[in-house]
Structures are given as C-alpha cells and as structure tokens.
C-alpha cells in the first residue's frame, strides 16, 4: 500500500534543492517514503486543511523503490544513520550551549555594575 497522503500524520515537505521528503510525523511507516503499513493503528483521515500552505497542484512523483532491497535492509541503513546522529547530536549541543554563553558573555560589559 502505498503512503496515505490523505493521513492526518502524513507530511510532505519540498527543500531548496528539490528534494521532496514525504513521512509519517509518528514514524510508524517504517518503509517511508513508498509505503505505509496496511493495518496501522494511527491512521486518521485529515478532516481539514486549516492554516496549511499548499504549493503548486503538480506534485513530484515518488522516487520507485530500490531495487534489490528489502524494507529489512533500508531499517538498517536508517538505523545506522541514526546511530552516526545520536553520536554526534551531544558534542553539537555543547558548542551550541558554549556559543550561547558566548554572547551572553559579550554583552555583560553593557550591563551596570552593583
């Protein structure tokens, strides 16, 4: 079965690039962007387009699906790319919170003294 596009928990979103990224918000279509499962329990029809943007009518199709794989081996890719993320997400963090007291600590001279 191919994505539900008319599930409340689809998105689609266009990049600069072109490159169209289409999902489940939940991450219960474990073989996205081709399919979703065909007795998934979160599924919902969307009711309403309220406060939505909606681009251009033509939609890009979706790419066909790699061939000689099997939704086994695309869970493992995924998963060792999440892996890679969940290595370096912390050492992003502390240069980002580093960066921050950074600022902090350039504008304290503007700051009166008690």
């Known amino acids: 079965m191919p994505m539900r596009e008319e599930c409340k928990h689809f998105q689609s979103r266009t990049y600069a690039s072109g490159e169209v990224a289409r ?11 081709w399919s979703c499962p065909e007795d998934c329990v ?18 890009r199709p ?23 993320i969940e290595q370096v997400a912390p050492r992003l963090d502390e240069e980002r919170q580093r960066d921050l007291e950074r600022q902090e600590r350039g504008w304290r001279f503007w700051r009166r003294r008690a």
């Open 23 to 33: 999902f489940c918000v939940l991450g219960n279509a474990p073989d996205q962007p």
């Open 42 to 59: 979160t599924y919902e029809r969307r009711l309403a387009d309220v406060g939505w943007t909606h681009g251009t009518l033509v939609s």
């Open 62 to 84: 979706v790419e066909p699906v790699p061939e000689g794989s099997s939704v086994d081996e695309r869970r493992s890719v995924l998963a060792e790319a999440d892996g890679i």
